[in-house]
């Protein structure tokens, strides 16, 4: 269980960590420090493990930077929750093991303590008392996130080729 | 039925049918990474534990975001890619050589490859026919290891052109006015192909700027065929060799399409802090612009320098001027034509080939309620290092016109 963190539509990732921080990109705790600094001023100090962030259409576009996607995480995001993606932030999110669900969010606000039924595919706002279905992900990237990212799946089989086919 | 231009680019170099869906492992021709992103790239390269690169001499680094370095922290990420280039024997792109996208256009890539990059305007190459992605540090450790990579073949979205641009109106305007229409979303993770009778009046420079903000709209690749304006560039930088046609089939597949009249176009402006929030430059004009930056791997080559001095030649800017030829050829070539003399003279401060201020490290940071007017391809808030700042994006004819009157201006009133 964790709390909802609300943002917005279109989200880039020059606002979740912007490029005036170029030069922490080598020291990424430090850079986590600074994630949504500009859209969301309070969130280094809201954020719990745990937490989800919880956004509108078009979350993540722009640069390819990964970064965007392990400031997140290490900030101790459990999982994204947005009504779209943009594809180069998903992959990257699942890449390094952060789960993005595509859900309609409007009903969730700042706040909300939510859970995730992993196995049912479903996300549950408490606060509100209700159920929210989320997009199922592509294979592939289901057994990427399974191994906690890219990098672990390449350490564990060497390869790109799917377990089992 | 037939095949869309990414169906067929991917299928040839699978040497199996690719269609919109599939999931492939495709084979890499070139995997590159940046100043900003490569760091990462190496230290997961380093994790996965495979030792060296699949391909050393298809691998490369280059050093254009924080170029020169602003600050000891870059600085100890260009000495980390130079160490690394050394020790795999990966290709390393010096610091002042210019920005990776007109650095692979000018000597790396060809019509038909598949090209990986840690960087979103990687389908820049997409320009001259090549199926060129932007990637995280992760995938492209993986590809630079295995020459390999896993993708979803893209659905098409067909951009059907028409007709010649009028004066004063140039390719940047056109992707503008194709992406407010379309949206910033638009064209999520499908191919954008470009095709119809006006790509005759699109130079590679066009097609270029147009490929690079594909990514504008969620693309995954934006595509023009291989022609003869494509056969052209490529003889002339010496890489005749590399050219062969590419065409979609004429009944290929699109989920979508879009129709465009060049000729109906205006000069367009994107307005604070949306790509997609962009409008004729009429409804702007007037707006005071402290800093106009011409550059970037949209605009820095030498066209858009050509057309920038060609209006600023003469005058004197009032609003701060910052120019970044995309290359060191690039700069080179318009030294040699007179271009940087003009530009200089009208007060431009001639800065290193490379990014510049485009994503807010250095050379031009904004101050808070500045405006600047960009040639680059973001205006994200805070992309120019404030969250404070107001980034217009435009041509850079416009940017020129913009430049001299110190508020945003019709190129037209010069031309």
Known sequence: MGKALRVGDDIS???????????????????????????????????????????????????????????????????????????????????????????????????????????????KDLTKGIELGFGRIPTVMLKILEEGGLVPFIQKYSNLELPGG | MGMTLAEKILSARAKAPCRAGDIVIMPVDLVFAQDTTGPLTVRQFEALGLGKLASPSRTVLFLDHAAPAPSKELANDHRLLREFARRTGAILSEVGEGICHQRVVEDYASPGEVIVGADSHTVTAGGLGAFATGMGSSDIAVAMALGRTWLRVPEGFLVNLKGTFRKGVLAKDLVLHIISRIGADGATYQSLEFMGQGLKGLSMADRFAVANMAVEAGAKVGLFPSDETTHSYLRARGREKDFHPLSPDADAHYVNSLEVDLSQLEPMVARPHRVDNAVPVEEVKGTPIHQVFIGTCTNGRLEDLEIAARLLAGKKARSRLIVAPASRGIFLEAMKRGYLQALAEAGAMLVAPGCGPCLGVHMGVLGDGENCLSTANRNFQGRMGNPHAFIYLASPATAAATAIKGEITDPREFL
Not at chain 1, 33 to 50: I, M, N, R, W
Not at chain 1, 94 to 106: A, C, E, R
């Open chain 1, 13 to 123: 990732t020059d606002h979740i960590i912007p490029g005036r921080f170029a030069h922490l990109r080598s020291n990424l705790p430090e850079l986590a420090k600074h994630a949504l600094e500009d859209t969301y001023p309070s969130f280094a100090q809201k954020v719990s493990p745990g937490d989800f962030l919880v956004a509108g259409k078009n979350f993540g576009l722009g640069s390819s930077r990964e970064h965007a996607a392990i400031v997140l995480k290490l900030a101790g995001i459990k999982a994204v929750l947005s009504k779209s993606c943009a594809r180069i932030f998903f992959r990257n999110a699942i890449n390094v093991g952060l789960p993005v669900l595509i859900t309609n969010t409007d009903a969730i606000d700042e706040g909300d303590e939510l859970e995730v039924d992993w196995a049912a595919g479903l996300v």
